[in-house]
């Protein structure tokens, strides 16, 4: 099990959302399979949607369709946020 974290910018500005797949994927595979899922998503999207999409509600819109090609998302058993 390999593990990977999505989002944008720092922590104040994005979820970051953490993955697991089967398989292992460089910086760059990775940075390529989020891109053309981004490119996925905005292509299907109408013109008015994509005038108003937020980088979040992309960033979800990413996780749910990389859910649905082999990643999974990694549930923690516990969290620990010192000021969250």
Request: charged share 30%.
């Amino acid at each position: 099990m390999h593990i990977y974290n999505i989002g944008y910018g720092t922590r104040e500005e994005s979820d970051y959302i953490q993955f697991y797949h089967k398989q292992k994927f460089s910086k760059t595979e990775l940075e390529r399979i989020v891109a053309r899922t981004v490119t996925k998503i905005l292509r299907n999207m109408k013109q008015d949607e994509r005038e108003r999409a937020t980088f979040q509600k992309i960033l979800y819109a990413v996780v749910d369709e990389l859910s649905k090609n082999g990643f999974s998302r990694v549930k923690f058993d516990a969290q620990f946020d010192v000021f969250g």
